[in-house]
């Protein structure tokens, strides 16, 4: 990875404070950050392709996360992205378990971090090698 481009991320998240926070500390973390508001939206950009991760939310309307994850994994896309990493308030095992077998690479809980260990994780998931979405 370029470290003078850290890499482009796919924040997936209904709750506008979160898109708020995570897209402030990122972009000053040096990522270019590109938001979608549901699941539908983000189910659409990912199929655009281009991202060097992707964090996703569970509970959404339109398309939940775990269902982006099963039409993924149902239908891998053409277009290459980084790993797609859980970003929710459930932590719940059953949860986390059913996205890290849909193709996941982590989970993130979003309140129990700060920005700096959020940005820390953010980076060693995006030193997985870039596979298909």
Known sequence: M????????????????????????????????????DGEEGLAKILQGGYDLILLDIMMPKIDGITILKKLKENPPDVYNGPIVI???????????????????GFLAKSSMNPDEA???????????????
């Open 2 to 37: 370029n470290p003078t481009y850290p890499g482009k991320i796919l924040l997936i998240d209904d709750d506008q404070d979160t898109r708020d926070i995570y897209s402030e500390f990122l972009t000053n973390g040096g990522f270019s950050v590109d938001l979608a508001a």
């Open 87 to 105: 970003l929710s308030a459930l932590d719940q095992e059953y949860v986390v378990k059913s996205a890290m077998e849909l193709g996941a690479k």
């Open 119 to 133: 940005l820390k994780k953010i980076s060693e998931f995006m030193q997985t090698p870039k596979t298909p979405a």
